[in-house]
């Protein structure tokens, strides 16, 4: 029943988008000048299964609404009555539950010299794979509740009549060591069904087969493994093997490598210089297809963790394109070949929808530097933000936090001048108003990943502590200088600073604006943002100013009450994602009824904080950040995206995918659709709904009057690193480590 309701999903899904038509026509420089053929590896196994109904059905359906014809790739295994079954690994056990239903099984087999531990195909007859065994995710960052679903034979996936048909045969020597023939098994296949490519690591096999197959249909393509496993036919290695292409050409039309063949990655994860393989491939007349794309295993930094970045590397540059990707997403490879591939679009057009960074592009960049703020304007933000915070000594600066450990390396040197002050924050930190400009000045700002710096998820780690803080003055001066759409100052914490350290934000905030006669401005927009309504009351005298209320708490709903009430100080809120969408089990659950009351309510909304690692992302968006967001733009229309990764969200607003009224379209993902496919017994139980907005969300305390503090007539001193310096600095860092972890689905 689930495999009928999943399909009909598919199929409701697709019916949003427009009638496909094929891409405008592109100059590729593949070897046939065609767009490169995306090679769906399992189907959509980056969400299901691995070549189960669900994963091809989802793979061909979504693939085709972008204009692109995708090839199903199935890797063969041979059952003991010779029957073909698709799977990757040559044991089961990674993927299936064989291991569960007969765990005495285990056996030892000797795979091209080695020794392989576990449950193979052909110990059982199809009969009893077929009836018995189910397929699971075998990948632990993948969803697993679709699992459970039946293995699918050959014929299965050749009975869905996709586009393409890609046949892998990884193990032929040693099925034939084991009296199977996969070449007796192919000779009869074909008879029934189209296979448009046949591949193999194995160049005995290949050979063999050539004579067999007709090749003005099937194309033979020759697969290099890692540089150092060795070829069992010649007993070569695979990199030796690389340095006789023609000698490849002589029974294959085509190669398929790892991604790393082509464009290397250094240690340190950044792109190395592209090799000559594609280039001299093409000169003998051979295709080049790449593997191991995976939108949830990041390749390099050089892509910020934007999936499409690393496909617009290998298909859209000045000296080559891949011929084709073998990819565990198909939809974001199709999705950048139909949408930003040879896309010179160089101005968005998003009608209301604005993009706003978050400290910058710190996605990049230390957030609030100089470098993150360029780099936002050269990514095309249109409002570039100031989290304003205080010195000591009164001075006005651009940092996320008054607490300077996270964002800047404060914990070396300021250790001893760390404090609690929980009106503040639940943790100890060094905060900047306990600090004179001149001593942060000293220090250097750091990339801070919201998911904890040991997660593995680390930002551009070459530009951990690039450029320089900027004061607000600075920072209005850049803004001008740089002609952007507009400018958002964030105000937290006025209160405490006025009532307990004496020091004015707001006051130095209007005279910072004054002072850049931004209170004149009739072409930037200037939107002052605050969590506290007091403080938005200070600049609604000043027409040229846009007020921006800031809801931290996640809400339900938005009854009429404090909406009415919200209208007397902003016209715009600041929501977290899980206010307008809620997530269940890590899937999109529903869309909440805030947007609509609000926008009857005639008040705009911006949604924030949108990144681009994939484990910030819904399942629903395929680990793409594009796909989120499309979903908030063009599905919800938000006024607003706040993002870290501006870039991004440039690049799919340039797009003319981003129409949903184009005749191809990025579909934005409809919440709780493969939610509502899972069996109920598999969740969790369900979430509690998030209460409404109350009143006490919006109405806040008069700000108090800036207070008289005496301040001490000696700062402490900048201490020394040392060895229990050191070790307060680890703690520190892992309290911020905690705090920030859940941040996931702010």
């Not at 018995?132 to 679709?146: A, E």
């Not at 609509?596 to 924030?608: G, H, L, P």
Request: proline share 7%; with cysteine.
């Amino acid at each position: 029943m689930i495999r009928i309701l999943l399909f009909s999903f598919v199929l409701i899904h697709v019916t949003l988008a427009r009638k496909p038509a094929a891409p405008p026509p592109k100059k590729w420089l593949t070897l046939t000048g065609n767009a490169p053929l995306v090679v769906a590896r399992g189907g959509f196994s980056g969400l299901f299964p691995e070549s189960s109904q669900f994963a091809n059905n989802m793979a061909l359906q979504l693939t085709s609404t972008l204009g692109v014809k995708a090839a199903l790739l199935c890797n063969l295994q041979l059952t003991k009555d010779g029957a073909g079954i698709c799977q990757t690994d040559i044991r089961l056990d990674n993927s299936t539950n064989i291991a569960t239903l007969f765990p005495q099984d285990q056996k030892v087999y000797n795979v091209n010299g080695n020794q392989v531990h576990g449950w193979f195909a052909l110990d059982y007859t199809s009969e009893l794979i077929l009836n018995n065994v189910s397929l699971n995710q075998n990948i632990l960052s993948r969803p697993t509740l679709f699992d459970g679903v039946p293995v699918s034979t050959v014929e299965d996936v050749a009975g869905i009549k996709p586009p393409f048909f890609w046949l892998n045969v990884p193990y032929d020597a040693f099925y034939t060591q084991h009296g199977l023939s996969v070449s007796a098994y192919l000779q009869n296949a074909m008879k029934f069904m189209g296979i448009n490519y046949i591949s193999s690591p194995e160049i005995g096999f290949l050979k063999a087969i050539g004579g067999k197959v007709n090749k003005a249909r099937t194309k033979l393509i020759f697969v290099f493994l890692d540089p150092n496993v060795v070829e069992p036919t010649t007993n070569q290695t695979y990199s030796s093997l690389l340095k006789n292409l023609a000698a490849i050409k002589a029974f294959a039309s085509g190669i398929l490598v790892p991604k790393g063949y082509i464009w290397p990655v250094n240690p340190n994860k950044y792109l190395a210089p592209p090799t000559t393989l594609v280039a001299d491939a093409h000169k003998l007349g051979l295709e080049v297809y790449a593997s191991v794309f995976a939108n949830d295993m990041p390749a390099s930094y050089n892509y910020s963790y934007d999936p499409t970045a690393e496909y617009q590397q290998f298909i859209d540059n000045s000296q080559f394109s891949l011929d084709g990707v073998v990819t565990d997403f198909p939809t974001t490879a199709a999705e950048t070949i139909a949408c930003f591939a040879m896309n010179n679009v160089t101005k968005p057009s998003h009608g209301n929808s604005l993009i706003i960074t978050h400290n910058g592009a710190s996605g990049i960049y230390p957030g609030c530097s100089d470098m993150a703020y360029e780099q936002a304007v050269n990514d095309g933000a249109d409002i570039i933000d100031c989290s304003v915070q205080m010195s000591k000594d009164g001075v006005a600066f651009c940092l996320d936090s008054p607490d300077l450990m996270g964002d800047t390396n404060a914990v070396t040197t300021f250790m001893s001048r760390s404090s609690s002050i929980p009106e503040i924050q639940k943790e100890n930190g060094i905060f900047s108003f306990d600090l004179t400009w001149s001593e942060i000045q000293t220090l250097k700002p750091q990339i801070m990943s919201p998911f904890g710096q040991n997660a593995g998820y680390q930002r551009n780690p070459a530009a951990q502590n690039q450029g320089k803080l900027m004061t607000l003055t600075d920072f209005l001066e850049f803004s001008k200088a740089k002609a952007v759409s507009g400018i958002l100052i964030n105000i937290e914490n006025a209160a405490y600073l006025a009532s307990k350290k004496g020091l004015g934000l707001v006051d130095a905030i209007t005279a910072a604006l004054k002072n850049a006669t931004f209170d004149q401005q009739s072409t930037q927009q200037v939107l002052i943002q605050s969590d506290d309504s007091s403080v938005l009351s200070k600049f609604q005298g000043v027409p040229a100013y846009k007020t921006v209320l800031t809801i931290k708490d996640t809400i339900g709903s938005a009854p009429k009450q404090p909406l009415d009430e919200i209208k007397k100080y902003a016209t715009t809120v600041v929501l977290s994602r899980p206010s307008l969408i809620t997530i269940n089990n890590g899937f999109a659950q529903a869309q909440t009824t805030v947007l609509k009351e609000m926008q009857v309510a005639n008040i705009s909304i911006f949604v924030s904080v949108l990144r681009n690692e994939y484990v910030s992302l819904a399942y629903d968006y395929f680990s793409d950040p594009i796909v989120e967001l499309a979903t908030y733009i063009a599905g919800l229309g938000v006024n607003g995206v706040i993002t870290e990764f501006p870039g991004t969200a440039s690049k799919y607003l340039r797009s003319p995918c981003s129409d949903l009224n184009a005749e191809i379209a990025i579909l934005p993902a409809e919440p709780g659709g493969l939610l509502s496919q899972v069996p109920p017994e598999a969740l969790s139980p369900a979430v509690a709904p998030s209460p409404p907005l109350d009143m006490a969300d919006v109405i806040d305390p008069p700000l108090p009057a800036v207070a008289k503090v005496d301040s001490p007539a000696t700062p402490g001193t900048p201490e020394h690193k040392s060895s229990s310096i050191a070790k307060e600095a680890n703690i520190g860092l892992s309290l911020v480590a905690i705090m920030v972890i859940g941040l996931l689905f702010a």
